[in-house]
């Protein structure tokens, strides 16, 4: 418990992963990413559950090893490439609760693929939900201005254009707003906004932002990357 809040941590962890077959199950420095998570869990004493979602045999046994439950395996229709976040978590949480028999408070979503998240970053994303009556509160990243939209292509029938007409008026970085991504790091949600709104932004979501360096897992020069900034982090040569 955190604040007299019910708090749980649900890792979302399928086994189809495409760029890296497998990919939460990773090593990363010779550590699982799935591992890396409930490592990190441990550090904080504040969560009254820590459940991975997941639809793979492998992926649990390692999840479990790390000190993670896996009270059951995530259905055939929840496993595919375009199923959201908002179907996984409220599965996850609708089971838990009933084989608990008690309702958690905040929902906060782990993804293995986030490797470079600290226990502080959690800390302060579950911290300002609770402190601000937020429905969400979300970990992100400054979004380079050389990644903006409006200095975005298109390439079609073998013409280049701009991907918003407004990209034509832009000559200095200074005339675009600052814009952000998620980073994954942590995603804190309240019962009410999962199950009633049906989302995991809400009406009134906030960010907690992370300037330093973070990396989302999709392909091999991401892991290549997370491993600089680690071994970079814990001084390894």
């Known amino acids: 418990m955190l604040k007299g ?27 699982p990413l799935v591992a890396r998570v409930g490592i990190l869990i441990k550090e904080l004493n504040y969560f009254d559950r820590a459940i991975v979602s997941t639809d793979h045999q492998e992926i649990a046994k390692v999840a479990k090893e790390s000190g993670l439950d896996v009270p059951f395996y995530r259905p055939p229709e929840l496993s595919g490439d375009f199923i959201g976040d908002v179907d996984v978590l409220t599965h ?20 293995p693929t986030s490797p470079l998240r600290r226990p502080e970053h959690v800390t302060e994303t579950i911290n300002k939900l609770i402190d601000g009556n937020w429905d969400a509160v979300w970990t992100v ?57 049906k989302s995991i932004m809400g009406r009134r979501c906030s960010p907690i932002v992370i300037t330093e360096p973070m990396i989302s897992i999709d392909t091999m020069e991401d892991i290549e990357f997370a491993e600089f900034y680690l071994k970079k982090r814990l001084k390894i040569q």
């Open 92 to 111: 996850a949480l609708i089971e838990i609760e009933k084989l608990d028999n008690i309702q958690y408070d905040v929902i906060v979503m782990l993804q």
């Open 141 to 197: 990243s400054p979004t380079d201005s050389k990644n903006h939209p409006l200095k975005q292509l298109i390439y079609e029938n073998g013409v280049l254009n701009f991907y918003d007409d407004r990209g034509a008026t832009i000559i200095a970085r200074q005339q675009l707003t600052q814009l952000y991504h998620r980073n994954g790091a942590a995603y804190a949600v309240t019962r009410e906004c999962l199950l009633n709104q």
């Open 5 to 31: 809040k019910r708090i749980i941590a649900i890792v979302p962890a399928r086994g189809g992963s495409k760029g890296i077959p497998l990919k939460n199950i990773y090593p990363l420095l010779g550590i």
